[in-house]
DNA sequence: ACCTGAACACCGTTCAAGT
DNA sequence: ACCTGAACACCGTTCAAGT
Protein backbone atom coordinates (compact mmCIF):
# COMPACT_ATOMS: atom_id res chain seq x y z
CA UNK A 1 0.00 0.00 0.00
CA UNK A 2 2.89 2.45 -0.60
CA UNK A 3 2.14 5.93 -1.59
CA UNK A 4 3.92 8.06 -3.78
CA UNK A 5 4.52 5.00 -6.37
CA UNK A 6 5.86 5.43 -9.69
CA UNK A 7 3.62 3.33 -12.51
CA UNK A 8 6.04 3.44 -15.39
CA UNK A 9 6.66 0.21 -15.92
CA UNK A 10 8.81 0.45 -19.59
CA UNK A 11 11.81 0.36 -19.92
CA UNK A 12 14.13 2.98 -17.64
CA UNK A 13 16.89 4.72 -20.11
CA UNK A 14 19.71 4.89 -17.71
CA UNK A 15 18.96 8.59 -15.54
CA UNK A 16 21.63 10.48 -16.10
CA UNK A 17 21.80 11.21 -12.51
CA UNK A 18 21.80 7.63 -11.34
CA UNK A 19 18.30 8.34 -9.16
CA UNK A 20 15.91 5.93 -8.09
CA UNK A 21 13.39 5.37 -5.70
CA UNK A 22 15.58 2.75 -4.07
CA UNK A 23 19.04 5.14 -3.99
CA UNK A 24 16.77 7.61 -2.80
CA UNK A 25 15.24 5.15 0.20
CA UNK A 26 19.08 4.02 0.92
CA UNK A 27 20.21 7.49 1.26
CA UNK A 28 16.92 8.77 3.22
CA UNK A 29 17.57 6.00 5.88
CA UNK A 30 21.61 6.78 6.10
CA UNK A 31 20.86 10.56 6.50
CA UNK A 32 18.10 10.09 9.08
CA UNK A 33 20.45 7.34 11.18
CA UNK A 34 23.27 9.87 11.02
CA UNK A 35 21.50 13.15 12.21
CA UNK A 36 17.97 12.15 13.55
CA UNK A 37 14.53 13.82 12.49
CA UNK A 38 15.46 17.50 12.85
CA UNK A 39 18.37 17.30 11.16
CA UNK A 40 16.52 15.82 8.23
CA UNK A 41 16.07 17.97 5.20
CA UNK A 42 15.40 17.49 1.92
CA UNK A 43 18.21 20.05 0.39
CA UNK A 44 20.47 17.74 2.88
CA UNK A 45 19.25 14.61 1.06
CA UNK A 46 19.42 16.33 -2.32
CA UNK A 47 23.76 16.91 -0.55
CA UNK A 48 23.99 13.70 0.26
CA UNK A 49 22.89 12.05 -3.42
CA UNK A 50 24.73 15.17 -5.15
CA UNK A 51 21.17 16.31 -6.83
CA UNK A 52 19.32 19.51 -6.96
CA UNK A 53 16.94 19.40 -3.82
CA UNK A 54 13.95 19.29 -6.23
CA UNK A 55 14.92 15.89 -8.22
CA UNK A 56 13.61 13.87 -5.35
CA UNK A 57 10.34 15.20 -5.97
CA UNK A 58 10.22 13.16 -8.95
CA UNK A 59 10.50 10.19 -6.46
CA UNK A 60 8.62 11.34 -3.77
CA UNK A 61 6.12 13.69 -3.67
CA UNK A 62 6.28 15.02 -0.22
CA UNK A 63 8.41 14.78 2.33
CA UNK A 64 6.15 12.34 4.46
CA UNK A 65 5.73 10.08 2.25
CA UNK A 66 9.54 9.73 2.23
CA UNK A 67 9.45 9.44 5.38
CA UNK A 68 6.77 6.45 5.54
CA UNK A 69 8.83 4.70 2.73
CA UNK A 70 11.91 4.50 4.92
CA UNK A 71 9.40 3.26 8.06
CA UNK A 72 8.45 0.76 6.05
CA UNK A 73 11.36 0.03 5.25
CA UNK A 74 12.60 -0.57 8.28
CA UNK A 75 9.43 -2.05 9.43
CA UNK A 76 9.78 -5.02 6.40
CA UNK A 77 9.91 -8.70 7.91
CA UNK A 78 8.85 -8.31 11.12
CA UNK A 79 6.52 -11.44 11.30
CA UNK A 80 8.96 -14.36 13.23
CA UNK A 81 9.80 -17.46 11.37
CA UNK A 82 7.83 -19.37 13.76
CA UNK A 83 4.43 -20.94 13.99
CA UNK A 84 1.51 -19.05 15.16
CA UNK A 85 -0.29 -21.57 16.19
CA UNK A 86 2.47 -21.37 18.71
CA UNK A 87 1.14 -18.13 19.98
CA UNK A 88 3.45 -17.28 23.00
CA UNK A 89 6.80 -18.03 21.05
CA UNK A 90 5.30 -15.86 18.11
CA UNK A 91 4.21 -12.87 19.91
CA UNK A 92 7.70 -12.80 21.64
CA UNK A 93 9.93 -13.28 18.89
CA UNK A 94 7.69 -10.45 17.15
CA UNK A 95 7.93 -8.11 20.13
CA UNK A 96 12.09 -8.98 20.18
CA UNK A 97 11.91 -8.23 16.22
CA UNK A 98 10.15 -5.07 16.21
CA UNK A 99 12.64 -3.94 19.54
CA UNK A 100 15.86 -5.04 17.01
CA UNK A 101 14.27 -2.49 14.18
CA UNK A 102 14.37 0.12 16.42
CA UNK A 103 17.57 -0.48 17.73
CA UNK A 104 19.55 -0.83 14.44
CA UNK A 105 17.57 2.49 13.42
CA UNK A 106 16.73 4.53 16.66
CA UNK A 107 15.47 7.69 15.25
CA UNK A 108 12.65 5.98 13.37
CA UNK A 109 11.20 5.11 17.25
CA UNK A 110 9.77 9.06 16.54
CA UNK A 111 7.96 8.31 13.53
CA UNK A 112 6.24 5.42 14.31
CA UNK A 113 3.69 4.82 17.30
CA UNK A 114 2.70 8.84 16.93
CA UNK A 115 1.99 8.98 13.29
CA UNK A 116 -0.86 7.37 11.44
CA UNK A 117 0.80 6.82 8.26
CA UNK A 118 3.39 4.72 9.56
CA UNK A 119 0.30 2.77 9.35
CA UNK A 120 0.47 1.68 5.68
CA UNK A 121 4.24 0.38 6.68
CA UNK A 122 2.89 -2.76 8.22
CA UNK A 123 2.17 -5.35 5.65
CA UNK A 124 -0.48 -7.78 5.40
CA UNK A 125 1.20 -10.88 6.14
CA UNK A 126 1.78 -9.27 9.89
CA UNK A 127 -2.09 -8.92 10.84
CA UNK A 128 -2.83 -12.00 9.31
CA UNK A 129 -0.15 -13.71 11.40
CA UNK A 130 -1.25 -11.79 15.04
CA UNK A 131 -4.65 -13.01 14.19
CA UNK A 132 -3.67 -16.40 13.45
CA UNK A 133 -1.77 -16.63 16.77
CA UNK A 134 -4.67 -15.11 18.87
CA UNK A 135 -7.31 -17.77 17.01
CA UNK A 136 -4.85 -20.09 18.03
CA UNK A 137 -4.40 -19.47 21.39
CA UNK A 138 -8.02 -20.24 21.82
CA UNK A 139 -9.43 -15.97 21.73
CA UNK A 140 -13.03 -15.93 21.52
CA UNK A 141 -14.42 -13.95 18.65
CA UNK A 142 -15.92 -11.16 20.51
CA UNK A 143 -12.44 -10.42 22.18
CA UNK A 144 -10.35 -10.90 19.18
CA UNK A 145 -9.93 -7.82 17.85
CA UNK A 146 -9.68 -5.99 21.68
CA UNK A 147 -6.56 -8.63 21.72
CA UNK A 148 -5.57 -7.48 18.59
CA UNK A 149 -5.45 -3.96 19.52
CA UNK A 150 -3.33 -4.58 22.66
CA UNK A 151 -0.81 -6.61 21.01
CA UNK A 152 -0.13 -3.94 18.16
CA UNK A 153 -0.03 -0.86 20.77
CA UNK A 154 2.66 -3.26 23.72
CA UNK A 155 4.87 -4.17 20.44
CA UNK A 156 5.13 -0.80 19.64
CA UNK A 157 4.67 1.51 22.63
CA UNK A 158 7.88 -0.29 24.99
CA UNK A 159 10.22 -0.09 21.91
CA UNK A 160 9.23 3.72 21.00
CA UNK A 161 9.82 4.94 24.23
CA UNK A 162 12.70 3.15 25.35
CA UNK A 163 14.36 4.76 22.11
CA UNK A 164 12.48 8.05 22.35
CA UNK A 165 14.66 10.94 20.91
CA UNK A 166 16.90 13.04 22.96
CA UNK A 167 16.48 16.97 23.35
CA UNK A 168 18.69 19.06 21.28
CA UNK A 169 22.30 19.63 21.17
CA UNK A 170 22.56 21.32 24.65
CA UNK A 171 21.85 18.12 26.55
CA UNK A 172 24.36 19.49 29.79
CA UNK A 173 21.87 21.75 31.11
CA UNK A 174 18.62 19.13 31.21
CA UNK A 175 20.80 16.47 32.27
CA UNK A 176 22.01 18.53 35.26
CA UNK A 177 18.56 19.76 36.12
CA UNK A 178 17.98 15.38 35.88
CA UNK A 179 20.35 14.93 38.17
CA UNK A 180 19.78 17.84 40.99
CA UNK A 181 15.82 16.49 40.86
CA UNK A 182 16.62 12.68 41.05
CA UNK A 183 19.43 13.54 44.12
CA UNK A 184 16.98 15.79 45.80
CA UNK A 185 13.95 13.81 46.17
CA UNK A 186 12.34 14.24 49.57
CA UNK A 187 12.54 11.19 52.07
CA UNK A 188 9.30 11.69 53.54
CA UNK A 189 6.65 13.02 50.81
CA UNK A 190 8.29 10.16 48.60
CA UNK A 191 9.74 7.55 50.31
CA UNK A 192 9.59 4.27 47.73
CA UNK A 193 11.34 6.77 45.25
CA UNK A 194 13.69 8.25 47.55
CA UNK A 195 14.37 4.85 48.25
CA UNK A 196 15.02 3.36 44.63
CA UNK A 197 16.31 6.63 43.26
CA UNK A 198 20.11 5.60 42.85
CA UNK A 199 18.86 2.48 41.17
CA UNK A 200 16.52 4.35 38.70
CA UNK A 201 18.38 7.42 37.89
CA UNK A 202 19.41 7.17 34.09
CA UNK A 203 18.23 3.41 33.95
CA UNK A 204 14.54 3.74 34.33
CA UNK A 205 11.41 5.57 32.43
CA UNK A 206 10.78 9.22 32.99
CA UNK A 207 14.55 9.44 34.85
CA UNK A 208 16.52 8.97 32.16
CA UNK A 209 18.47 11.66 30.26
CA UNK A 210 19.77 8.62 27.75
CA UNK A 211 17.89 6.44 25.59
CA UNK A 212 18.04 2.68 24.45
CA UNK A 213 20.71 3.07 22.80
CA UNK A 214 23.15 3.50 25.38
CA UNK A 215 21.24 2.65 28.68
CA UNK A 216 19.15 -0.53 26.72
CA UNK A 217 15.57 -1.42 29.34
CA UNK A 218 16.70 -5.14 28.87
CA UNK A 219 15.05 -6.16 32.40
CA UNK A 220 12.06 -4.03 31.47
CA UNK A 221 11.32 -5.40 28.21
CA UNK A 222 11.70 -9.19 29.23
CA UNK A 223 8.53 -8.35 31.89
CA UNK A 224 7.22 -6.61 29.18
CA UNK A 225 6.56 -9.53 27.39
CA UNK A 226 5.82 -11.29 29.78
CA UNK A 227 3.03 -9.46 31.34
CA UNK A 228 1.52 -9.19 27.79
CA UNK A 229 1.20 -12.67 27.41
CA UNK A 230 0.00 -13.78 30.44
CA UNK A 231 -2.35 -11.00 30.66
CA UNK A 232 -3.54 -11.90 27.45
CA UNK A 233 -4.23 -15.90 28.57
CA UNK A 234 -6.51 -14.14 31.16
CA UNK A 235 -7.97 -11.85 28.79
CA UNK A 236 -8.72 -14.45 26.43
CA UNK A 237 -9.90 -17.37 28.96
CA UNK A 238 -11.30 -15.52 31.54
CA UNK A 239 -15.19 -16.33 31.58
CA UNK A 240 -17.28 -12.93 32.69
CA UNK A 241 -17.54 -10.26 30.70
CA UNK B 1 12.25 20.01 36.98
CA UNK B 2 10.99 22.60 34.76
CA UNK B 3 13.71 24.03 32.32
CA UNK B 4 13.82 27.29 30.94
CA UNK B 5 12.91 29.16 34.07
CA UNK B 6 13.57 32.58 35.18
CA UNK B 7 14.61 33.43 38.66
CA UNK B 8 12.96 36.96 38.75
CA UNK B 9 11.11 36.43 42.33
CA UNK B 10 10.82 40.23 42.60
CA UNK B 11 8.17 42.67 41.91
CA UNK B 12 7.16 42.52 38.13
CA UNK B 13 5.93 45.93 37.23
CA UNK B 14 3.60 44.86 34.79
CA UNK B 15 5.18 44.35 31.63
CA UNK B 16 3.93 46.43 29.40
CA UNK B 17 2.76 43.62 26.27
CA UNK B 18 1.60 41.66 29.26
CA UNK B 19 2.91 38.88 28.64
CA UNK B 20 4.42 36.65 31.27
CA UNK B 21 5.10 32.07 30.87
CA UNK B 22 1.85 31.62 31.79
CA UNK B 23 0.26 33.51 29.38
CA UNK B 24 2.67 31.70 26.69
CA UNK B 25 2.10 28.59 27.65
CA UNK B 26 -1.84 29.21 27.28
CA UNK B 27 -1.46 30.67 24.12
CA UNK B 28 0.75 27.97 22.88
CA UNK B 29 -1.67 25.01 24.08
CA UNK B 30 -4.52 26.41 22.42
CA UNK B 31 -2.32 26.99 19.22
CA UNK B 32 -1.03 22.91 19.39
CA UNK B 33 -4.72 21.84 19.58
CA UNK B 34 -5.45 24.19 16.44
CA UNK B 35 -3.23 23.71 14.27
CA UNK B 36 -1.16 20.44 15.41
CA UNK B 37 2.29 20.23 15.77
CA UNK B 38 3.35 21.05 11.89
CA UNK B 39 1.22 24.29 12.39
CA UNK B 40 2.84 24.94 15.81
CA UNK B 41 5.41 27.67 14.73
CA UNK B 42 7.01 30.74 17.12
CA UNK B 43 5.84 33.11 14.22
CA UNK B 44 2.26 32.08 14.45
CA UNK B 45 1.99 32.06 18.64
CA UNK B 46 3.97 35.71 18.32
CA UNK B 47 0.53 36.26 16.00
CA UNK B 48 -1.91 34.84 18.28
CA UNK B 49 -0.04 36.92 20.66
CA UNK B 50 0.31 40.08 19.08
CA UNK B 51 3.66 40.04 20.09
CA UNK B 52 7.32 39.75 18.22
CA UNK B 53 8.08 36.09 17.11
CA UNK B 54 11.18 37.32 19.40
CA UNK B 55 9.64 37.83 22.60
CA UNK B 56 8.74 34.82 23.47
CA UNK B 57 12.17 33.84 23.78
CA UNK B 58 12.46 35.64 26.89
CA UNK B 59 10.26 33.35 28.50
CA UNK B 60 11.43 30.23 26.87
CA UNK B 61 15.08 29.86 25.53
CA UNK B 62 13.73 27.37 22.91
CA UNK B 63 11.38 26.11 21.03
CA UNK B 64 11.67 22.74 22.72
CA UNK B 65 11.84 24.19 25.87
CA UNK B 66 8.00 25.91 25.27
CA UNK B 67 6.54 22.41 24.05
CA UNK B 68 8.40 20.28 26.80
CA UNK B 69 6.69 22.77 28.62
CA UNK B 70 3.28 22.39 27.09
CA UNK B 71 3.59 18.71 27.65
CA UNK B 72 4.00 18.85 31.23
CA UNK B 73 1.10 21.41 31.78
CA UNK B 74 -0.91 18.58 29.69
CA UNK B 75 0.21 15.69 32.41
CA UNK B 76 -0.46 17.19 35.32
CA UNK B 77 -2.36 15.74 38.19
CA UNK B 78 -2.04 12.39 36.36
CA UNK B 79 -2.24 10.46 40.38
CA UNK B 80 -5.45 9.19 40.65
CA UNK B 81 -7.14 10.01 44.25
CA UNK B 82 -7.99 6.39 44.94
CA UNK B 83 -5.01 4.71 47.69
CA UNK B 84 -2.10 3.56 46.18
CA UNK B 85 -2.37 0.83 48.38
CA UNK B 86 -5.50 -0.47 46.14
CA UNK B 87 -3.25 -1.08 43.49
CA UNK B 88 -5.59 -2.51 40.93
CA UNK B 89 -7.61 0.72 41.02
CA UNK B 90 -4.61 2.88 41.33
CA UNK B 91 -3.53 1.33 37.85
CA UNK B 92 -7.00 1.67 36.24
CA UNK B 93 -7.42 4.90 36.81
CA UNK B 94 -4.31 6.22 36.33
CA UNK B 95 -4.31 4.98 32.58
CA UNK B 96 -8.00 6.18 32.18
CA UNK B 97 -6.21 9.79 33.06
CA UNK B 98 -3.73 10.00 30.94
CA UNK B 99 -6.34 8.56 28.12
CA UNK B 100 -8.47 11.58 28.86
CA UNK B 101 -5.78 13.91 28.61
CA UNK B 102 -4.48 12.60 25.33
CA UNK B 103 -7.93 12.73 24.46
CA UNK B 104 -8.22 16.49 25.27
CA UNK B 105 -5.39 17.74 23.66
CA UNK B 106 -4.88 14.96 20.89
CA UNK B 107 -1.95 16.42 18.93
CA UNK B 108 0.57 16.44 22.46
CA UNK B 109 0.14 12.50 22.16
CA UNK B 110 2.92 13.13 18.94
CA UNK B 111 5.52 15.09 21.97
CA UNK B 112 5.08 12.56 24.53
CA UNK B 113 6.14 8.94 24.44
CA UNK B 114 8.96 9.69 21.27
CA UNK B 115 10.53 12.27 23.21
CA UNK B 116 12.78 12.00 26.41
CA UNK B 117 12.18 15.38 27.53
CA UNK B 118 8.64 14.89 28.25
CA UNK B 119 10.25 12.82 30.80
CA UNK B 120 10.92 15.95 32.80
CA UNK B 121 7.27 16.60 32.88
CA UNK B 122 5.70 13.86 34.85
CA UNK B 123 5.91 14.72 38.84
CA UNK B 124 7.76 12.59 40.96
CA UNK B 125 4.73 12.21 43.28
CA UNK B 126 3.16 9.90 40.59
CA UNK B 127 6.26 7.84 40.05
CA UNK B 128 6.00 7.55 44.13
CA UNK B 129 2.66 6.13 43.61
CA UNK B 130 3.51 3.93 41.07
CA UNK B 131 5.92 2.38 43.15
CA UNK B 132 3.79 2.32 46.17
CA UNK B 133 1.20 0.40 44.40
CA UNK B 134 3.51 -2.01 43.00
CA UNK B 135 5.06 -2.34 46.15
CA UNK B 136 1.63 -3.36 47.93
CA UNK B 137 0.81 -5.44 45.11
CA UNK B 138 3.75 -7.60 47.03
CA UNK B 139 5.96 -7.17 44.03
CA UNK B 140 9.01 -8.46 44.86
CA UNK B 141 11.81 -6.05 45.23
CA UNK B 142 13.98 -7.47 42.32
CA UNK B 143 10.76 -7.18 40.05
CA UNK B 144 10.11 -3.53 41.22
CA UNK B 145 11.58 -1.43 38.21
CA UNK B 146 11.03 -3.96 35.73
CA UNK B 147 7.54 -3.36 36.97
CA UNK B 148 7.83 0.15 37.17
CA UNK B 149 9.00 0.45 33.38
CA UNK B 150 5.93 -1.82 32.38
CA UNK B 151 3.46 0.44 33.94
CA UNK B 152 5.14 3.52 32.56
CA UNK B 153 5.22 2.10 28.88
CA UNK B 154 1.69 0.40 29.22
CA UNK B 155 0.00 3.87 30.01
CA UNK B 156 1.55 6.11 27.16
CA UNK B 157 1.91 3.55 24.67
CA UNK B 158 -1.91 2.81 23.69
CA UNK B 159 -2.97 6.07 24.03
CA UNK B 160 -0.02 7.88 22.10
CA UNK B 161 -0.83 5.48 19.39
CA UNK B 162 -4.62 5.71 19.89
CA UNK B 163 -4.27 9.64 19.05
CA UNK B 164 -1.83 9.30 16.49
CA UNK B 165 -1.26 11.94 14.26
CA UNK B 166 -2.96 11.96 10.77
CA UNK B 167 -1.02 12.77 7.94
CA UNK B 168 -0.98 15.84 5.94
CA UNK B 169 -4.26 17.92 4.41
CA UNK B 170 -4.13 15.60 1.35
CA UNK B 171 -5.45 12.64 2.98
CA UNK B 172 -7.81 11.61 -0.04
CA UNK B 173 -5.32 9.91 -1.95
CA UNK B 174 -4.11 7.57 1.12
CA UNK B 175 -7.68 7.52 2.79
CA UNK B 176 -8.47 5.73 -0.53
CA UNK B 177 -5.40 3.33 -0.84
CA UNK B 178 -5.97 2.08 2.97
CA UNK B 179 -9.25 1.17 1.22
CA UNK B 180 -8.65 -0.19 -1.97
CA UNK B 181 -5.55 -2.23 0.28
CA UNK B 182 -8.22 -3.63 3.01
CA UNK B 183 -10.85 -4.41 0.30
CA UNK B 184 -8.45 -6.17 -1.71
CA UNK B 185 -7.01 -8.96 0.99
CA UNK B 186 -6.22 -12.02 -0.59
CA UNK B 187 -8.20 -14.42 1.20
CA UNK B 188 -6.05 -17.35 0.76
CA UNK B 189 -2.75 -15.72 1.79
CA UNK B 190 -4.70 -14.39 4.89
CA UNK B 191 -7.80 -16.00 5.98
CA UNK B 192 -7.87 -14.31 9.17
CA UNK B 193 -7.52 -10.77 7.94
CA UNK B 194 -9.81 -11.52 5.54
CA UNK B 195 -12.67 -12.34 7.40
CA UNK B 196 -12.48 -10.29 9.64
CA UNK B 197 -11.49 -6.92 7.14
CA UNK B 198 -14.83 -5.10 7.63
CA UNK B 199 -14.81 -5.15 11.16
CA UNK B 200 -11.12 -4.21 11.45
CA UNK B 201 -11.09 -1.18 8.58
CA UNK B 202 -10.67 1.91 10.34
CA UNK B 203 -11.51 0.31 14.13
CA UNK B 204 -8.09 -0.92 14.88
CA UNK B 205 -4.42 -0.37 15.00
CA UNK B 206 -2.72 -0.49 11.61
CA UNK B 207 -6.26 -0.40 9.16
CA UNK B 208 -7.21 3.02 10.33
CA UNK B 209 -7.15 6.44 8.35
CA UNK B 210 -8.96 8.31 11.61
CA UNK B 211 -7.77 8.33 14.96
CA UNK B 212 -9.29 7.83 18.43
CA UNK B 213 -10.64 11.71 18.26
CA UNK B 214 -13.07 10.29 16.21
CA UNK B 215 -12.76 6.78 16.23
CA UNK B 216 -11.93 5.95 19.72
CA UNK B 217 -10.87 2.50 20.41
CA UNK B 218 -12.57 1.80 23.82
CA UNK B 219 -12.89 -2.07 23.30
CA UNK B 220 -9.06 -2.65 22.58
CA UNK B 221 -8.57 0.12 25.67
CA UNK B 222 -10.65 -1.55 28.07
CA UNK B 223 -8.63 -4.90 27.12
CA UNK B 224 -5.31 -3.09 27.61
CA UNK B 225 -5.85 -2.55 31.04
CA UNK B 226 -7.11 -5.09 31.63
CA UNK B 227 -4.21 -7.22 30.39
CA UNK B 228 -1.39 -5.33 31.97
CA UNK B 229 -3.06 -5.77 35.43
CA UNK B 230 -3.69 -9.32 34.71
CA UNK B 231 -0.57 -9.58 34.14
CA UNK B 232 1.94 -8.06 36.61
CA UNK B 233 -0.01 -10.01 38.90
CA UNK B 234 1.37 -13.00 37.12
CA UNK B 235 4.90 -11.53 36.35
CA UNK B 236 4.89 -10.37 40.16
CA UNK B 237 3.80 -13.25 41.64
CA UNK B 238 5.15 -16.56 39.53
CA UNK B 239 8.01 -18.27 41.47
CA UNK B 240 10.64 -19.01 38.94
CA UNK B 241 13.53 -16.38 37.96
C1' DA C 1 11.23 10.48 -18.24
C1' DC C 2 14.10 12.71 -15.45
C1' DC C 3 16.63 16.58 -13.75
C1' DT C 4 18.08 21.65 -13.45
C1' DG C 5 17.57 26.23 -11.73
C1' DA C 6 15.22 30.03 -10.03
C1' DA C 7 11.82 31.59 -7.09
C1' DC C 8 8.11 31.87 -3.25
C1' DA C 9 6.62 31.94 1.18
C1' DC C 10 8.01 30.62 4.95
C1' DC C 11 11.07 28.90 9.30
C1' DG C 12 14.06 29.21 14.32
C1' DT C 13 17.22 31.98 16.42
C1' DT C 14 20.78 35.87 17.31
C1' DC C 15 21.63 40.28 18.47
C1' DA C 16 21.62 45.14 19.01
C1' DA C 17 18.59 48.55 20.28
C1' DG C 18 14.93 50.67 22.63
C1' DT C 19 12.13 51.76 27.09
C1' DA D 1 13.20 43.53 32.90
C1' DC D 2 10.96 43.12 28.92
C1' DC D 3 10.08 43.93 24.15
C1' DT D 4 11.08 45.76 19.30
C1' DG D 5 13.05 45.35 14.83
C1' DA D 6 16.24 43.90 11.58
C1' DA D 7 18.92 40.31 9.98
C1' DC D 8 21.00 35.48 9.15
C1' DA D 9 20.94 31.06 7.59
C1' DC D 10 18.04 28.14 6.63
C1' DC D 11 13.40 25.38 5.23
C1' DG D 12 9.51 22.59 1.84
C1' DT D 13 7.52 23.05 -2.38
C1' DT D 14 6.09 25.15 -7.14
C1' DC D 15 6.97 25.66 -11.64
C1' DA D 16 9.04 26.50 -16.00
C1' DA D 17 12.73 25.01 -18.51
C1' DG D 18 16.07 21.96 -20.26
C1' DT D 19 17.61 17.23 -22.29
New interface residues.
Given amino acids: ?1 G ?1 GERKSAGKRPAAPAGLNRDVVLDAALGLLDAVGPDGFTMRALARRLGVYPTSIYWYFP ?1 K ?1 DLL ?1 AVVAHVLRDLAPETDPRDWRPFIAGLFRRYREAMRRHPHV ?2 LT ?5 S ?2 A ?1 D ?2 L ?2 GI ?2 AL ?1 HAGCPDE ?8 V ?3 M ?3 A ?3 F ?5 E ?1 QS ?2 VD ?2 R ?2 VAA ?1 DAT ?5 HR ?1 RD ?2 AN ?7 E ?1 GTTVP ?1 D ?2 F ?3 V ?7 E ?2 MH ?1 QES
Avoid at 203 to 209: A, P, T
Fill in positions: MSRNAAAGANLVNAVLAIDLAVRLLAAFDVISSAGFTMEAALPGDAWDMAAVRHPHLLRMRHFMLRWNLAGDAHAVVIAGLAFH
